[in-house]
């Protein structure tokens, strides 16, 4: 039996939470919905190239400037924007400045292929 069910929903602060974090890069599940998460992404350095054959996935920049750059291009997004990375396209993420916190929203256990 899932207790969550019982449980009374909680807020979560994406923002607060990312102020915690001193490391070069931090990637944690802030919540799971339905055969989804919610990942809050806090980077100072870009993240490698890869791709997710199995799931879509979706960027959405929260505080500070998140790059997205693809093979041929680069989208860079601001607070309050974002984009969606089809599965199985090459890309990786960077900031755009110093300090870059944004949510991604994917597939339960996304297979990352790295390149």
């Not at 931090?26 to 989804?36: F, G």
């Not at 400037?65 to 924007?81: K, N, P, S, Y």
Request: proline share 5%; hydrophobic share 35%.
């Amino acid at each position: 039996m899932d207790n969550r069910a019982h449980a009374a929903p909680q807020t979560v602060n994406p923002l607060q939470i990312s102020r915690c974090v001193h490391e070069a890069y931090h990637n944690q599940r802030i919540e799971a919905v339905n055969d989804h998460e919610i990942r809050l992404s806090v980077m100072t350095e870009a993240f490698p190239w890869h791709r997710h054959p199995d799931s879509d996935e979706t960027f959405f920049c929260i505080d500070g400037e998140l790059v997205i750059e693809f093979t041929d291009r680069a989208v860079a997004l601001h607070a309050g924007e974002f984009l969606t990375v089809p599965k199985g396209v090459r890309h990786r993420t960077r900031p755009g400045g110093d300090r870059s916190v944004n949510l991604t929203f994917e597939k339960l256990d996304a297979e990352t292929v790295f390149e």
